[in-house]
């Protein structure tokens, strides 16, 4: 009988070392695609607030020269 208790605490160990190795995988792959989604995204994003900022800018001339654009 504990034999038999020795053998399953031995698997339940392992399993645990194999459910943290699992974790750890998923992990690594979620993080891999999270960079690559936003580094995509940020240069999306990057683009869009230039295009505001300009504009921003070109709307805030015109109402310094008081010209209508």
């Keep these: 009988m504990n034999k038999l208790i020795g053998i399953v605490r031995k698997n339940s160990q392992q399993e645990r070392g194999y459910t943290l190795l699992e ?33 921003a800018t070109e709307r805030a001339n015109g109402i310094q020269t008081g010209g209508n654009n």
């Design 23 to 55: 974790y750890c995988a998923g992990a690594a792959i979620i993080a891999g695609i999270l960079w690559v989604a936003l580094s995509s995204l940020g240069n999306n994003v990057s683009n869009l607030l230039n295009n505001v900022g300009t504009w």
